[in-house]
């Protein structure tokens, strides 16, 4: 049986490091795909991480909104790299809430032999919690402001 891709998981390869302040270091920031380095680049994680909820449609649009007020404090500020984690906060709210949707605790795999559990055993509630992180998501990703950051990031450090 394959393992979830979590297992396989190699933190020496992976280009974010907690190690790494990435306020003071934004150089080292890289995009990458989805979500990927939310949950490790301090000082963003920090100050993100106690702004996202999801628990109910009412929390989600408290928090997304906190979030989407970060991101344009950090647009405003000429911070990418914050603008950028705050951007994929919102993501992961969506993704997480679908998550929670579909999967009873929002566990994909069982615990003790890794295999696949019954989709559809979730919350329906958290589809509504999804649908408002997606939309600050997107209006999130359609600021121009952001594009040109992110376009002009990625010529530059990849």
């Keep these: 049986m394959a393992k979830p891709g979590d297992l396989n998981f190699e933190g020496a390869s992976y280009a974010w490091k907690p ?9 080292l920031y890289r995009v990458g795909k989805g979500e990927q380095g939310v ?3 301090e000082p963003y994680k920090g100050e993100l991480v106690p702004l996202w ?17 970060k991101f344009l404090a950090y647009l405003r500020q000429g911070d990418f790299v914050g603008a950028d984690m705050a951007r994929k906060f ?11 949707t579909n999967y ?3 566990r994909k795999y069982d615990r003790d032999d890794g295999h696949p559990l019954e989709k559809g055993t979730g919350d329906p509630l958290k589809a509504e919690s999804a649908r408002i992180f997606f939309d ?15 376009a002009e990031w990625k010529a530059k450090h990849g």
């Design 104 to 106: 009873k605790g929002g």
């Design 39 to 41: 949950l490790i680049c």
């Design 136 to 150: 600050a998501w997107k209006k999130a990703e359609a600021k121009p402001a952001y594009a040109r950051m992110k």
């Design 53 to 69: 909820r999801f628990r109910t449609p009412e929390i989600a649009a408290e928090s997304s909104k906190a979030i989407y007020g």
């Design 19 to 27: 190690d790494v302040d990435y306020r003071a270091n934004p150089e």
């Design 90 to 100: 919102l993501q992961m709210g969506f993704t997480r809430a679908r998550r929670y």
